[in-house]
Nanobody, 122 residues
Framework: QVQLVESGGGLVQPGGSLRLSCAAS????????LAWYRQAPGQQREWVAA???????LYAYSVKGRYTISRDNAKNMAYLQMNSLQPQDAAVYYC????????????????WGQGTQVTVSS
C-alpha cells in the first residue's frame, strides 16, 4: 500500500493559480498511474487528471487546457498545476496511486491521500 500526502491547497481568487503536490511513500511509485480527483460538498468524487508511469497524461474535459499533471519519479512526487481557477473548481482534491491496468478512473482502485482543500473565491 502506498501512503500519499497532498499539500498545496488554499484560497485563491477566480482566475488565479495553485500547484498541488502529492508525496508518496513507496519506491514502486514510479510504476503506478497517478491520478487526481476532486469532491465538492454534496457532489460525487470526480476524476480530474491522470499520468501513467510512462508519462502519458489524460484530463477531464472540464479542466483540459487549464490543469497540468506531472510527476517526478526520482522524488516520488506528483503535481497538479491549476490555472484560471473558477469557483466551480473549488473542492477537496485527492491524489490516487493505482496499478497499471486498473481500468476506468470511475473505479475505486489503489491508494488515496487525505485530500487538500481548494477554495476559489473573491
Amino acid at each position: 500500500q502506498v501512503q500519499l500526502v497532498e499539500s498545496g491547497g488554499g484560497l485563491v481568487q477566480p482566475g488565479g493559480s495553485l500547484r498541488l503536490s502529492c508525496a508518496a511513500s513507496a519506491d514502486i511509485f514510479g510504476s503506478m498511474t497517478l491520478a487526481w480527483y476532486r469532491q465538492a460538498p454534496g457532489q460525487q468524487r470526480e476524476w480530474v487528471a491522470a499520468i501513467t508511469g510512462g508519462g502519458n497524461t489524460l484530463y477531464a474535459y472540464s479542466v483540459k487546457g487549464r490543469y497540468t499533471i506531472s510527476r517526478d519519479n526520482a522524488k516520488n512526487m506528483a503535481y497538479l498545476q491549476m490555472n484560471s481557477l473558477q469557483p466551480q473548481d473549488a473542492a477537496v482534491y485527492y491524489c490516487n496511486a493505482r496499478p497499471p491496468g486498473s481500468g476506468s478512473y470511475a473505479l475505486d482502485r489503489g491508494s488515496w491521500g487525505q485530500g487538500t482543500q481548494v477554495t476559489v473565491s473573491s
